[in-house]
């Protein structure tokens, strides 16, 4: 176990070695030449066991040169709380709480870098104080389908918004001496057949869609490792493809950190040498206990490995290169006694929570004004729904946590009103009770002995005099709602809560539904709710921060990092074919027929249907006026740029945020291409009656496709078009130039 005696250990023996200080300890010298003289006194069993688990969660240093083991922990939305060695058993810690941050859907709708740099640098600091040297996160696999149920750890629909914000939170973890470790690379978007799905797509659609956010967060975060998929692309796994691995995360994006299986993502001997896999993690032991002492020895990296070597069927210069890159991966973490010691549950992390919640919750609908709420002596507040009462940072899968403390929606509603108001609460409906993950339990008795009609008719009693309504439901962390290793079955809200939104719709036009939900959900009831927030999973601080929402002491400045469809029959994935295939043992092919059109990107070319809402969209309580864009010259030269810019003014009586969104489309090319697609997005904060100009600058990257012939970006001179919008059907302007 790797306990800060060991980094003490180091400590002395570099100190006391003095001027002979080996190369490998000596901190004066570079990283790779350490490496290297590391490398050079390690054994070949020392070699092989650092490129496996020893434990759930560990890999070995080599004690014998006082080099640490390697720590990673689930990520990532928070530090998950300690596992038994060898088992997925709480180890009954007492000190391994932590502090929930908002699920990264929410971060992605701040549609702010500051908060990804906040978000990173926080959980970093976290991940630091336990004493962990990998977070196992952050998550950017694109938001192909509504269903997937792990879009909530995902940063959404679109390549460049998860691009631009996975690159801070990367940066601000490894500031830490804490690696990111970017998953599920690559082409896991949905969870059904995990293990098996076999991944169709064309080249196109693999660079323009499903790589961009994680060369970013290679390349401009300069992640210090990366987490392989459980699927399969081109009948290869991905924690040993050839192609994803060794082709181009390598070889076209000179990735020089670790590639980390999935826990039990390797099948293969052979393939995890050769294709670029350097530690072997989580493969399924059972089975492999009888009779061996350590089943880590069988790991698919261990023993047949070291087999083959022995048996001079294989060199060691694969090997080699594996354990540089865990030993490079040490020296930027474990060994770098320079790095900050971090802080656990600080005030400072709650708060960064609960500022990253209240910019990402999504204002979708506000008819008439309804919110802000307010509240007066003696008004009365109802609160219908599970959600408000449910701990939702327990649940979901690997991402579930064991938190210090959470502010339930409920509680910060009455924290936040209660002083004025009267704040009764309706059961509406009952949803899941059980609140338990891995031996964490939430300790909440939940259970509920009213039938559904009475609970509806209780909610519906109580309404009939509420000044405000606030039904806080959607989905919850469950099986098959927005949980890991298992997709949601309906776009449709579960246990019936469209009959108790309905039923209260009928009684009270004061009536808010909050969402909380990591996907779009079906919301047929929309046109008799005048107020709807989306509030995702928000973790720690989710009641303070709902209720800063619904108060206006925080004016709503989120936007959608995904499309709402209407119904599922609107989602591409899901019109070209079927998303998953049926549940299968054997290996199911599943072809992206979608191929770029995710999203808007479909959306857009749609006459008859219209999202609920759309990619982008989000509200305010002030009102945004944007200008007529202007841009500086009419043509470009492919090694130019043109600026474009706008003014925007906030012309309602409170401070708000907008975030300002230009996107490109090229008017006629030699392959079909969206309308429109994101290149760049300021947000701005403006006072009332206060104005901006936000320019943005476009470059011949910004313009390209992926030629899959030519294997590479291509932009073709002619017309394109710049809209400048307040969401991606809200286009305020729009100017256009001649690429030459
Ligand atoms: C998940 C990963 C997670 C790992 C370790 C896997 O099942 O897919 O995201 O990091 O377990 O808990």
Redesign the pocket.
Known sequence: MKIIGIVTGLFIVSASLGAQTPVYLDETKPIEDRVEDALGRMTLEEKIAMIHAQS??SSPGVQRLGIPEIW?T???HGI?AEVRWDEWVQAGWTNDSCVAFPALTCLAATWNEEMAALYGKSIGEEARYREKDVL??P?VNIYRTPLNG?NF?YMGEDPYLAGTMVVPYVRGVQSNGVAA?V??YAL?NHEVN?HNTNVIVDDRTLYEIYLPAFKAAVQEGGAWAI?G??NLYKDMHCCHNEYTLDRILKGEWGFDGVVIS????THNTDQAIANGLDME??TWTNGLHNGITNSYDSYFLAGPYIEKIRKGEIGTEELDEKVRRVLRLAYRTVMDRTRPLGSLCSEAHYAAARKIAGEGIVLLKNDGGLLPMEIHDGSKILVVGENAIKMMTVGG???SLKVQREILPLDGIRERFGDKAEIVYERGYVGDVTGEYNGVTTGQDLSESRSPEQLIADAVEAAADADYVIFVGGLNKSDHQDC??ADRTELGLPYGQDDVIEALAAVTDRLVVVNVSGNAVAMPWIDDVPAVLQAWYIGSEAGHAIADVLSGDVNPSGKLPFTFPERLEDVPAHIFGDYTGVASRDTVDIEYKDGIYVGYRWTDMQKKTKPLFAFGHGLSYTEFEYGKPVIDRKEMTSDGTVTVSVRIANTGDREGKETVQMYVGDRKSSLPRPLKELKGFRKVSLAPGESTVVTFTVDEDDLAFFDPDRHEWVAEPGVFDVYIASASDDVRGKVSFELK
């Open positions: 759930k969660f990673t689930d990520g990532p998950r196992l996160g998550g792990r750890e470790c998953k599920h896991n995990r987490m998929s459980y999935d826990w039990g993502g993690f989580g899968g690997s991402s890991e290793d």
